[in-house]
């Protein structure tokens, strides 16, 4: 099971980026999958997350209204629309798949996980 990220870069404060996530010898259509990031030490944070059939998403507080979780279960596919862009946004993003919808903020939850992208954003 392969999840590969890609779509990071670096971008200015109020900037946009869109990461995808594709997933090879897995179907995860009836996953909940979700992004976590990770800045500096070693906790990942919870950032979105999607259920299987795409009509539920959760975020955190601090990226409600800037960014927009979608999957494409059609093309084993998970995006991250992220808007408005800040500094604190800075982090390596991780998708993440094959949970199982009951706690979408618990990296235990996952089974697998792609390699990170790294968004940077600066001020």
């Known amino acids: 099971v392969q999840l590969q990220a890609s779509g990071g870069g670096m971008v200015q404060a109020g900037g946009s980026l869109t990461l995808s996530c594709a997933a090879s010898g897995h179907t995860f259509e009836s996953d909940a999958v979700a992004w976590f990031r990770q800045a500096l030490g070693p906790e990942r944070e919870f950032v979105a997350g999607?259920?299987?059939?795409?009509?539920?998403?959760y975020y955190r507080d601090s990226v409600k209204g800037r960014f927009t979780i979608s999957r494409d279960n059609t093309k084993n596919t998970l995006h991250l629309q992220m808007s408005k862009l800040k500094p604190e946004d800075t982090a390596a993003y991780y998708c993440a798949a094959g949970g199982r919808g009951n706690y979408y903020g618990d990296p235990n939850e996952y089974d697998y996980w792609g390699q990170g992208t790294q968004v940077t954003v600066s001020s």
């Open positions: 999607i259920n299987w059939r795409g009509d539920s998403t």
